[in-house]
């Protein structure tokens, strides 16, 4: 099962996660989309790929609502599992704060042994024709061999 989870206040992570939805949609690829405000977070043992797109908050930390999310990935075994990381953060809080909740989520998915499918994509604030392509590109990718 693909589950696209995201966590959104103004917006910009909620347009990123339909955008990958519709990408997967135009090219035949089932899924689930869920804002993580409304899952449980052993979702987590039910997904075969995750894709996360969550925002960074105050200096770097993760969105409340996803902190059950990352508690129950820290405690689990996810070696069958495929992931993909995007968000949009804002570039004015510092190189090192700059979607740092998507580098949180990377440490504790890596140590989880769920495996990455491709390199972390960084967006600054809304969507834009670099995140649209990757977006395209990373669908494509995960349509050819992932998803049997
Ligand atoms: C109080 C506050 C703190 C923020 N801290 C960070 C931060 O540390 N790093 C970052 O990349 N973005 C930070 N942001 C920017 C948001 O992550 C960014 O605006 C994002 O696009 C919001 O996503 P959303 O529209 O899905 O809610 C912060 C925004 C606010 C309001």
Do not use: C, H, W
């Not at 809080?93 to 042994?113: C, H, M, R, T």
């Amino acid at each position: 099962m693909i589950n696209i989870l995201y966590s959104s206040i103004t917006g910009n992570n909620k347009d990123i996660a339909q955008s990958f939805a519709d990408s997967l949609s135009n090219i035949g690829v089932k899924y689930n989309i869920y804002d993580i405000y409304n899952i449980d977070p052993s979702i987590i043992n039910q997904t075969d790929i995750l894709i996360l797109v969550i925002y960074t908050y105050d200096e770097g930390t993760i969105p409340d609502e996803s902190i059950e999310l990352y508690e129950e990935i820290k405690n689990s075994q996810l070696s069958g599992m495929f992931y993909q990381l995007i968000g949009s953060g804002d570039i004015m809080y510092g190189k090192e704060n700059f979607n740092a909740a998507l580098d949180k989520f990377d440490e504790v998915l890596n140590l989880s042994n769920a495996k990455k499918i491709s390199d972390t994509l960084k967006v600054n604030l809304m969507m834009d024709e670099r995140a649209y392509k990757k977006i395209l590109e990373i669908s494509e990718k995960l349509a050819k061999n992932y998803v049997f």
